[in-house]
């Protein structure tokens, strides 16, 4: 069965852009969650997305935003780009994030900020 | 969610067994305990999850005391492949909100030949 997909794999973007990651769940998973992973602060959680809906919100400014669709597929946002956005951006899926940390990762999106 | 605490790095040699011991002394009734393994540029892969005393799975063994205040993860005969960071999470699986994991610093397992 595929696993969780993301596009794309790198990106390279200029301070003050925006940018769109996107994540694909594995069939039948309700749950994505995204992270940004640096070498300073290690894997941190953005947001939780269950059914469309934002479940859970982590410690980053608004300029980073999520939406989930009705297939469960899921894209993230970050606006107005700044140098320390620079990083690898994960996706995890699981059938229902409440009951399980069976969580299962894409490879991620690695975004480059110059 | 339980803060946790592992060793920052170790080395080891193909063939031996690498033992990782994490500590969360905040450990909750509800609390989990799961291990996640990461190589470069890949997102973390779920090892392993035990609530007390022993599992087993194909890859590796868990093992939690009574107190359930530590955990140990043991990875039998490592390989070169086997190089990567390891993660130790605490939380509650049964939690309806905050389902977000959180990853401490991890333990950079070096395996060499």
């Known amino acids: 069965k595929a696993g969780v997909t993301q596009t794309p794999r790198y990106l390279i973007k200029t301070r003050g852009q925006q940018v769109t990651l996107s994540c694909s769940p594995i069939?039948?998973?309700?749950?994505v969650s995204w992270y940004q992973q640096t070498p300073g602060q290690g894997l941190q959680f953005l947001f939780e997305?269950?059914?469309?809906?934002?479940?859970n919100k982590g410690n980053f400014p608004g300029r980073f935003s999520g939406r989930q669709f009705s297939n469960s597929r899921s894209e993230m946002n970050v606006s107005t780009l700044e140098l320390g956005d620079s990083a690898l951006y994960l996706c995890?899926?699981?059938?229902?994030?409440?009951?399980?940390?069976?969580?299962?990762f894409g490879s991620g999106t690695r975004l480059t900020v110059v | 969610l339980a803060k946790t605490t592992q060793p920052i790095s170790m080395d080891s040699y193909e063939g031996q067994e690498v033992n990782i011991t994490c500590s969360h002394n905040?450990?909750?009734?509800?609390?989990?305990i799961t291990w996640y393994q990461q190589f470069p540029s890949q997102g973390p892969r779920f090892i392993i999850q035990?609530?007390?005393t022993k599992v087993t799975n194909e890859v590796a063994s868990l093992f939690i005391p009574a107190d359930r205040k530590s955990s140990t993860l043991s990875l039998p005969r490592v390989s070169l492949s086997d190089t990567a960071v390891y993660y130790c999470?605490?939380?509650?699986?049964?939690?309806?909100?905050?389902?977000?994991?959180?990853f401490g610093g991890g333990t950079r397992v070096l395996v060499k030949p």
């Open positions: 995890a899926s699981s059938l229902d994030g409440a009951r399980s940390y069976g969580y299962t």
């Open positions: 069939s039948g998973h309700r749950s």
């Open positions: 997305y269950f059914s469309e809906t934002q479940r």
């Open positions: 905040n450990i909750a009734t509800n609390d989990y």
């Open positions: 035990g609530y007390k």
């Open positions: 999470l605490v939380g509650d699986r049964a939690k309806a909100a905050g389902n977000k994991l959180t």
